[in-house]
């Protein structure tokens, strides 16, 4: 499995950590629900007017967001491209001081919440959002438990 983190953005100091906690997320997401076989997944931290401008141009709505997800779709290639993950570090920041959380973990959950997309997972209907809501707990829980040592 591959997992490229870029920080693709200067507006959010990155801290030590802050990259590792994203590229172990997105591992335990893949070793637990992901298809048992060579992938690859790129993150990219962006700022709020950097995300903006993907949310707007890809999905019509001119406003920032803290994760988009977008999965490439190719048919059985030797190596499986799930998609690119793109998560807003402003946002993401922002999001964690108002919940009480340290960054790494509100980092961690969107970049869970982000793979799981790219694995086929959606939020439309109470059901989707209820398995997706389970699958996210399930490897936050073994991140924490990680982290705890």
Excluded at 4 to 26: D, F, M
Excluded at 29 to 49: F, H, Q, S
Excluded at 88 to 101: D, F, V
């Amino acid at each position: 499995m591959t997992v490229i983190v870029q920080n693709r953005q200067e507006k959010v100091k990155v801290e030590n950590g802050w990259l590792s906690a994203v590229r172990r997320a997105a591992e335990l997401t893949l070793d637990l629900l992901g298809p048992k076989r060579e992938v690859e997944v790129g993150i990219t931290l962006l700022d709020d007017d950097g995300i903006r401008e993907l949310n707007r141009r890809y999905r019509g709505k001119d406003a920032p967001t803290n994760v988009l997800a977008f999965p490439m779709g190719e048919e059985d290639p030797p190596v499986l491209l799930l998609g690119d993950v793109v998560i807003s570090l402003e946002t993401a920041r922002s999001e964690a001081e108002e919940e009480g959380k340290e960054i790494e973990e509100k980092l961690a959950h969107l970049t869970v919440h982000g793979v799981l997309h790219l694995l086929g997972y959606d939020h439309e209907t109470d059901a989707e959002e209820a398995l997706m809501r389970e699958k996210e707990e399930a490897v936050l829980a073994m991140w924490r438990r990680e982290r705890a040592g």
